[in-house]
């Protein structure tokens, strides 16, 4: 999963897709990839 947020808006949507468009003000094009926050995951088995 990734979060994305809107340029436009700020909102913010989690999926596993890039969305064309913003759920919330329907602007095209403006979702972006939020960075997700480190993970405490470590050690790859
Ligand atoms: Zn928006």
Do not use: L, S
């Not at 759920?23 to 480190?38: L, N, S, V």
């Amino acid at each position: 999963m990734a979060v994305f947020t809107c340029e436009k808006c700020g909102a913010t949507i989690d999926t596993r897709c890039k969305p064309k468009k913003c759920a919330a003000c329907g602007e095209q094009e403006c979702m972006c990839k939020e960075e997700k926050p480190a993970a405490p995951k470590q050690g790859k088995k």
